[in-house]
């Protein structure tokens, strides 16, 4: 087989394997679907739902800790059995007249029934624990936000880079479709023997390349789509439409910052609760209940009642484990510290370098559209001076190659000042369907 048979064959293998790649890509017919209706899917999925209920569950936590203050109030009822005598409650010694006869309050077996209530009147760990789980409550609820934001915002990125591939892979099809009117009028010439065969292969070869490139992008738009109804739960088959409809604002600050700032405050609530664990308690307690028998000397059903308060001070003086659980939460509150002054830092390189880009890529843009203009412009005329043959064909086909690489440059800009739109949305935690339309 000659060189050029098997570069032909190659070349027919490649785009074989495209065009069932971009069947599988393009073929299957889908629904159409807008950038709005992608937002609202990723933020019903699963995952959204798990942020949610966490959330949820510190709003119960939370609620826990405030029922903590109310009093508990319970009815209880107990059968009791002794091997002796046992009085149904303490009993005065005038009470009863023995020698009269009066059946007298011991039982050996007693039931007793009633109510009783224990209610915390100072207990400072309690208030502490309180305003800790509201904290941490916000801090969930943020989550829960940058979880949204973060998912919505990644199907807006996985979009920007879908459509840039798709207009590299026309950028592509239309280097191919030149080239191949090309191959046509050289093909012509080689059979007339007007040129040698070998400038048909060095057309064939550039062709090969770009089959490989668009084989290439068809992997790369499948794990795009991929990624997309990951986060959807949709079959995307192309990428939606999109234009920026407001500026991003940065007044709010950065949302992972006040994410972390409700943990460090949480961290020294709970210093202060293990700390005020030391403190005195005050607790009170009370109990109305009724108490029956059988009395022992007359067999008599006998009946007392029994109501009581206690109020009681609790005072810890010697408790190492208190101390120890105050250093831990100590520790915790400077790791908190650490973890927000790094957030910080981190965030605030990610903010000025994409403040920076941004003019950055805008000037690319610009440039590459003028890049595009001159490029096709040079092409045309290299297009006609090589069928006059006053180019070589490596000159012409540099110049098909120089088109392709300006638009692949045009394209790439437009992605990435999309990219840095989504990263600014989620560092300020803007929802981004405000942001897009």
Known sequence: MTQRGRIMKASYF???????????????????????????????????????????????????????LYPKINLFGKAEAYNSPTNLRPMPPTEVNVAAGDPLPFSRTIGRYGINLNLPLYVEPLFALQEKMKLLSEKARISQRITVISRKASVVALNSAFQYLVDLDAAIDARLKSLTKTREDVSIKVRNGRSPETELIKLNNLMLELKQQKNA?????LNIQRDIQRLTDLSVKQPVAMVRAAKITTAGGFIEVNRDEK????????????RSAKYPSLILQGTISDNVGEAYNTDDEISRSYNFAILTLNFPLFDKTLSVDENI?????????????????????????????????????????????NDNHLLAVAKIAYKSGRTTTEEYLRYETQVLSAEAALHKAIDDQWQITVKQAV?????IEGVVK
């Open 14 to 68: 490649v785009s074989l394997v495209s065009l069932v790649l971009l069947t599988l890509i393009m073929g299957t017919p889908a629904r159409a679907y807008n950038i709005g209706e992608l937002l609202d899917a990723a933020a019903r999925q699963p995952a959204v739902a798990l942020s949610e209920l966490a959330s949820r569950e510190a709003r119960l936590q939370k609620d826990k800790s405030t029922a903590a």
């Open 217 to 221: 992008l068809a992997i790369k738009i």
């Open 263 to 274: 943990e460090v405050a949480a961290a020294k609530k709970e210093v202060e609760r293990r």
């Open 329 to 373: 939460a100590r520790l915790q509150l400077k790791k908190s510290r650490q973890k927000l002054a790094n957030t910080i830092i981190e965030l605030k390189a990610l903010a000025n370098n994409l403040k920076d880009r941004q003019p950055v890529v805008a000037k690319s843009i610009e440039l590459a559209r003028q890049a595009v203009s």
């Open 427 to 431: 560092l300020y935690g803007i929802d």
